[in-house]
């Protein structure tokens, strides 16, 4: 072979060589990246936790009593300052200022409904009109979450942010009621809402709704991480709710939170009771052990 020759040839290796690595290297890349396929299917990354219910009812009286203002206190003290505090905006429909029942200690279960892509049922007959709607109910906008509701559960939805729809109203409320549910938070909307203050179902809510679920809203989602009032919700964390407002406290740190909480309410109480003795009040239920 001529020097030439060897030239070119050597010259053609240098250049193959590195693209072969290249290539190699891409092929390697994909192997071990998750496939673009299953990706384009959807992929949930934040995992759901699943809890047994005694391991729930043993945080629940961790949690029983406290305010939401001891509860924010006591995520201060864990290094969670300014995380799980809803938007003032999600507030109590109602208060009970003298027992305090509106208020309401659970655990959470998850929906998510997002709004639908299709347009209004239209003009049809009131037969045609009620088979459409309660194919809707059914199909798209159900309740899959009712099979996790349980003694303890807090209901937290996210739901289509500018529909006017009640997924809340007095009926359904009343059957989650019935299963164990505890309270209900909404980052939007509910109906029926004279009637749900009359049944003293604990709710807390952006603004009242009117519309039905039909031709407004799909369920997307239950027991995934939502977003409600701001926050972060995952399946399984406390909700502490009252006139302040609603809090919601990572599982992980719901402990150690609720250790702190008590101590800021009992000297709270402690410290209202020789108050209420120096100026001769009779005690109320806000200041009883």
């Not at 519309?211 to 409600?228: A, K, T, Y």
């Not at 702190?260 to 000297?267: E, F, P, S, T």
Request: hydrophobic residues 40%.
């Amino acid at each position: 072979m001529k020097i030439n020759e060897i030239r070119c040839y050597v010259t053609g290796l240098a250049v193959i060589l590195p693209f072969a690595a290249f290539l190699a290297a891409g092929t390697a890349a994909q192997e071990k990246a998750p496939g673009a396929e299953a990706l384009r299917a959807g992929k949930n990354l934040l995992a759901t936790q699943v809890y047994f219910e005694v391991e729930d009812q043993r945080l629940l009286a961790l949690f029983k009593g406290l305010r939401v203002s001891d509860v924010a206190d006591g995520m201060d003290a864990v290094g969670l300052q300014n995380i799980g505090l809803m938007d003032p905006e999600i507030h109590s429909l109602w208060r009970d200022t003298e027992h305090f029942t509106h208020r309401f200690v659970g655990i959470a279960v998850t929906a998510r409904y997002v709004p639908t892509q299709d347009a209004p049922a239209g003009k049809m007959t009131v037969e045609a009109y009620d088979t459409w709607a309660g194919n809707w109910y059914e199909k798209r906008s159900t309740e899959a979450y009712m099979d996790l509701i349980r003694k303890g559960t807090a209901l937290v939805i996210e739901d289509a942010p500018n529909a006017d729809v009640g997924s809340i109203g007095s009926y359904n409320i009343l059957e989650w009621q019935g299963k164990g549910c505890v309270g209900v938070v909404t980052s939007a909307t509910a109906r029926d809402t004279d009637e749900i203050i009359t049944q003293r179902v604990p709710l807390y809510l952006k603004k009242v709704g009117r519309g039905i679920r039909p031709g407004r809203n799909e369920l997307e989602s239950v027991n995934r991480p939502i977003v409600c009032g701001g926050v972060l919700v995952m399946p399984g964390d406390v909700i502490v709710a009252d006139g302040d407002g609603v809090v919601v406290v990572p599982r992980a740190k719901a402990e150690a939170v609720a250790k702190y909480a008590r101590k800021i309410m009992d000297g709270d109480k402690a410290g209202r009771r020789d108050l209420y003795k120096a100026l001769r009040m009779k005690e109320d239920d806000s200041v009883k052990k």
